[in-house]
């Protein structure tokens, strides 16, 4: 595969709340190449949720460092830490998490507007990103007039808009039917396939077995770290009809 | 700027999703800003009234009226004895340094016939010096001058109430009219007055010479008397010092001494209607500041509702977060919202209170006065109180950590 995109080194993340610390993550490393598609799962408080917010840049290490890119994150101000979210990172959250009352295109032009790309520009990209999706038709649409799998399709536009180094995905299945699951998942593994690095937490196995490598984790420490021997195809089993 | 755009634009979203909230938000600085200017426009309608009455009595004015007479054991009033004369007011005119003019009066009322129209008005008996204390001009025709006092002429001028009633649309200018019988030609036609502090028309007056006036239609057993010297001092500052002059001389003149009481009293006209003039202003500052305390409670209402909008939003700010909003651009935009909020509702305002304003003139028949600046004024003030009232919430929605922004449910 490629060059390392993300590089984790030893990050720990200690959380203080009043007397109590509690140590979240205990010096993980992790790296990920371009190209790839990694599953991070993990039962709740294994820490997975907290290491994607450190690869997210939503969050700093305690120690350790993180390269994204070859460039350090850790000590960053929270200014460029936004520019590094707005540039170089795609969300797709769970809840989808569209802007309510705001349509789809709105939505997608979000990351262009804080990135200050001129309108024009701003609306031909989001547009061509929609249409990536098959969502030219409900541009216009508002998130509650569009169906979950739109709506997660319009998140996934919103995070590619702005052409990132990594997507990172927190359960982008889980509010989602199997059906329409498997149908994120085909579009992943589109993404992933024409070169898209792609990170996802997923608690559910099923989900993992279309990724490329799976990292589980427990009690703060990276516990397995598989590839995926024989990925599925999520096309075939029934994702790619629409 | 671009970003000020955009903020704007996310900005009146965020206000029309809840327009009915918005609008009770505004409603605040809407009655604020509206009872500002309706109460600073009718509080300066009021100094204005008193301001032009006060010019137009003429300025630095004092008033000299005769004194009391005892009869029977009874004081009568003011006036009661013709004690003032016109030598005394060409004393006054000479002798007191701080008088610039003095302007012997004999008044009463009179009926004046032209042609087959009559009317009963105010006839004047005066010097050119009183034109000249009033601040009064002569429009058409010629004013009175000494000549005409000294040889009692029978010429007169008359107000334009006069005019209009006696002659209509016809030109007064050397027409005969008939004061007491006695035939006066009218030789100039006065500027239009207005109202007097008292409220009748200054206007609806026939001026003659003093002395005509003396002799001819006011004859009484005093044929020199005067009923009142009107005197202008020569500055503000001179008002004090003109008083003691004048009373000074008088009581020479007429010999008051201790054991005598002053038959002539002097007044400061421009004193008592600067009385009233501060008083009048008072008002109007106490009725702003009851106005601006409204426009504070609705500033903390914005503040109110801002806060709880920020609540409402905290997964928004999250999902903005997420994607690359700086806190600058969060504190922006709802910095923004606010201050939208405060400046429509000030432009409402504007237009309410300058509508209410015209309102209270119309039905109330009381002059107000919108000043531009009280508007600008108003406008600004809306614009800071959104920033003011704002910048808490927004900064509150800026410092945010994103991740149990988006973590909110």
Redesign the interface.
């Known amino acids: 595969m490629g060059e390392i995109i993300v590089r984790a080194d030893d990050v720990s993340k200690v959380y203080t709340m009043g007397e109590q610390r509690v140590e979240a993550l205990k010096a993980v490393s992790l790296e990920v190449e371009t190209g790839d598609f990694v599953a991070i799962m993990g039962a709740s408080g294994s820490g997975k949720s907290t290491f994607m917010n450190i690869l997210g840049c939503l969050d700093t290490p305690t120690s350790g460092s993180y390269w994204l890119q070859g460039a350090n994150v850790r000590g960053l101000q929270k200014r460029d830490l936004a520019a590094v979210r707005n540039q170089k990172i795609g969300f797709v959250f769970q809840g989808f998490n569209l802007l309510a009352r705001t349509t789809a295109l709105e939505n997608v032009e979000l990351p262009l507007i804080y990135g200050r790309v001129p309108a024009a520009a701003r609306k031909e990209r989001s547009l061509a990103a929609l249409a990536l999706f098959g969502l030219s038709d409900r541009a216009g649409h508002t998130g509650n007039q569009l169906s979950g799998g739109q709506q997660q399709r319009v998140a996934i536009a919103r995070a590619l808009v702005n052409d990132p180094a990594i997507i990172l995905a927190d359960e982008p299945t889980g509010n989602l039917d199997s059906i329409t699951s498997v149908e994120i998942m085909s579009i992943f593994q589109r993404l992933n396939r024409q070169g898209s690095t792609i990170i996802m937490v997923t608690h559910e196995p099923e989900i993992a077995a279309f990724t490329k490598r799976n990292v589980v984790f427990r009690d703060g420490r990276i516990l397995s770290d598989t590839v995926v021997v024989d990925q599925l195809d999520a096309e075939q089993a029934g994702g790619g009809s629409d | 700027m ?2 000020l755009l ?1 903020s704007l634009k996310i900005a009146v ?1 965020a206000l029309r ?1 809840n327009k009915m909230r918005s609008f009770l938000t505004m409603l605040g600085i809407i009655i604020g800003i509206a009872a500002v200017i309706a109460m600073v426009a009718i509080g300066s309608g009021a100094s204005k009234i008193i301001s032009e009455q006060i010019a137009s009595i003429g300025s630095n004015i004092l008033l000299v009226l005769p004194g009391s007479r005892t009869s029977g054991g009874i004081r009568l009033g003011h006036g009661s004895t013709p004690t003032l004369t016109y030598d005394d007011a060409k004393a006054i005119s000479v002798e007191c340094p701080a008088v610039a003019l003095a302007a012997p009066i004999v008044r009463g009322g009179a009926p004046v016939v032209y042609g087959n129209m009559n009317w009963t008005t105010a006839v004047m008996g005066i010097t050119p010096e009183y034109l000249a204390v009033r601040d009064w001009p002569v429009i058409e025709g010629r004013n009175l001058v000494q000549s005409d006092v000294d040889g009692a002429t029978k010429n007169c001028l008359i107000g334009k109430t006069v005019a209009d009633t006696l002659f209509g649309s016809e030109d007064p200018l050397g027409k005969i009219i008939r004061i007491k019988k006695l035939p006066f030609t009218v030789v100039g036609i006065m500027d239009r007055k207005g109202r007097s502090p008292q409220g009748s028309d200054q206007d609806d007056i026939v001026f003659v010479p003093l002395r005509t006036g003396q002799r001819k239609l006011f004859g009484s057993e005093y044929p020199n008397s005067v009923g009142s010297i009107m005197i202008q001092a020569k500055s503000e500052q001179d008002l004090d010092r003109a008083e003691e002059q004048v009373t000074a001389l008088l009581n020479q003149r007429h010999r008051i001494g201790p054991s005598r009481e002053a038959d002539f009293t002097v007044r400061n006209l421009t004193e008592l209607l600067d009385v009233a003039e501060q008083s009048s202003k008072a008002m109007s500052l106490l009725l702003g500041a009851v106005a601006s305390i409204s426009l504070i409670v609705g500033g903390i209402g914005i503040m109110n509702i801002m806060l709880v909008s920020v609540t409402e939003r905290t ?2 700010i ?12 969060i504190l922006l935009q709802f910095l923004t919202e606010a201050v939208l909020l405060t400046l429509i509702g000030g432009i409402i305002g504007m237009l309410l209170g300058v509508g209410g304003a015209k309102l209270v003139s119309v039905i109330f028949d009381w002059p107000t006065l919108i000043s531009v600046q009280a508007i600008a004024i108003a406008f600004c003030f809306s614009g800071a109180v959104g920033i003011f009232f704002g910048f808490y919430p927004a900064r509150k929605a800026a410092s945010l950590n ?2 149990e922004a ?1 973590r909110y449910e």
């Not at chain 2, 999250?318 to 651009?329: C, K, P, V």
């Open positions: 671009i970003e955009l979203r999703t997964r928004e999250g999902i903005r977060m997420a994607i690359g909003a700086t806190e600058r651009d994103p991740i988006l």
